[in-house]
């Protein structure tokens, strides 16, 4: 089979290059990102799912702040640049850059994601100056000069949709998007257009309402039509009936309160599992007394359906505190989740599990599960870095589905 060749910028954990890799129709020349625990935990999916020898990994997937764009593609790092990030890299890396890594090699496509708290409208909702002054506002740029340099046939830029409304300056940031790749002769939907690549990772077989919006973009001039790769990408919605939280996680062994609060160390423990094959990353959190009335008088009286004030009310009977924020959900068996966020690092409150009988929020694994993650993919860090770098990912069925969307037009061009 003829695999096409992918860089992933802003790689995360590794959801977008574990759903192209999954096709067998790519292989992943490198992966950037700057935070240890996505780098250390995709390095590792390299090593014991794709065969990559560990110091093949280490050079492959690159720890390094993408804005630092002339280092990270020819190498020759400075004194501090080597201080921060040179032990944790390959030592080709830190003196040949990517350029050294690709060593002449075609790339065929770029993908990625940016940060996109910055373009979210809850996390505008939440900024005392609505993100404007985020520097994330700006690190499509760096992906627009990585795809000047490698000049790929096609670029995949993923993204939330409050991207469509995110104006940090005078300029739209989706105005500034299309001026930045027209500028270096991509062609990408205009902005007006925009809004129509916005896809729902539940048509990709996860589990999950999770709207992105998908920008493509080709070479201006070339032999690829803008429009088939979306028409592809529609194609491959699933026929399928949508999964469900029940199909994603109602088989993981139950977690159910003891009897007594004990302690692991100094860690108080609320939970436990009283049959089925213990599950890497499948241990909840501490849920004392209170946590587990509430979650039961939430479940027993069906509050998803509640009015706002019937939530602010069972809220202030239980904790004694009042909120106009409603921080409480569960999750329902027989829908898909809702978006799976990095908010769980701090509390698992808008996903509380389903089932009466265990009173206790979803965990690392079953998040992992809800992002369509394969069981055996390892997450490394601690508890509340796992649940962030799961959250920020990619789902790995919908990265798929794109992956054999933009195969399709490829191989058709061949």
């Known amino acids: 089979m003829n695999k096409f060749t992918f860089i992933d910028l802003f790689a995360g954990c590794g959801g977008l290059s574990e759903g192209f890799l999954q ?3 790519f292989e992943g020349l490198s992966h950037v990102e700057w935070e240890s625990p996505m780098v250390n935990t995709l390095r ?3 090593v014991k799912k794709w065969k990559h020898t560990e110091e093949d990994a280490r050079k492959r997937v690159i720890k390094f702040d993408i804005q630092k764009t002339e280092e990270l593609l020819h190498g020759n790092w400075n004194e501090e640049t080597k201080k921060i990030y040179g032990q944790e890299n390959h030592p080709d890396i830190i003196t040949k850059g990517l350029d050294g890594l690709i060593n002449g090699k075609t790339v065929d496509l770029i993908i990625g994601g940016p940060p996109c708290q910055a373009y979210s409208i809850a996390g505008r909702a939440q900024s005392p100056t609505g993100m404007k002054d985020d520097y994330r506002n700006f690190l499509f740029e760096s992906f627009v000069k990585i795809v000047e340099h490698f000049k790929p046939k096609v670029f995949v830029f993923e993204n939330v949709p409050g991207l469509l409304s995110a104006c940090p300056g005078e300029i739209p940031v989706r105005i500034r998007i299309y001026n930045a790749f027209k500028a270096i002769g991509y062609d990408i939907r205009t902005p007006d257009n925009l809004k129509k690549s916005v896809y729902c990772a539940e048509d990709f077989d996860v589990p999950q309402k999770r709207n992105r919006i998908i920008i493509i973009g080709t070479k201006h001039d070339s032999k690829y039509d ?5 028409q592809s990408l529609t194609n491959h919605k699933s026929k399928g009936p949508i999964k469900t939280v029940r199909e994603a996680i109602g088989n993981m062994p139950a977690l159910t309160p003891k009897d007594t609060i004990t302690k692991d160390g100094r860690r108080n423990v609320s939970h436990e599992q009283l049959q089925g094959k213990v599950i890497d990353r499948h241990e909840p959190r501490y849920h004392g007394p ?10 027993g009286n069906n509050m998803n359906r509640a009015s706002q004030e019937e939530k602010k009310a069972i809220y202030t009977h239980i904790t004694g505190h009042t909120s106009n924020h409603i921080k409480y959900r569960n999750l329902e068996w027989d829908k898909p989740s809702p978006t799976i966020v990095a908010h769980l690092h701090k509390d698992g409150y808008m996903f ?10 979803i965990t690392i694994r079953e998040a992992a599960l809800l992002q369509s993650f394969p069981m055996d993919y390892a997450f490394l860090g601690s508890t509340p870095y796992c649940y962030k770098i799961i959250g920020n990912a990619v789902p790995v069925n919908f990265a798929r589905g794109i992956a054999e969307s933009i ?7 061949q």
Do not use: A, C, N
């Open 352 to 361: 509380i599990h389903p089932d009466i009988k265990q009173l206790r929020t």
């Open 23 to 25: 096709t067998g129709m």
């Open 226 to 230: 803008l429009e088939e790769f979306y």
């Open 44 to 46: 590792y999916r390299l």
């Open 290 to 299: 209170r946590d587990q009335r509430l979650f039961t008088e939430w479940l």
């Open 407 to 413: 195969y399709e037009v490829l191989i058709s061009k």
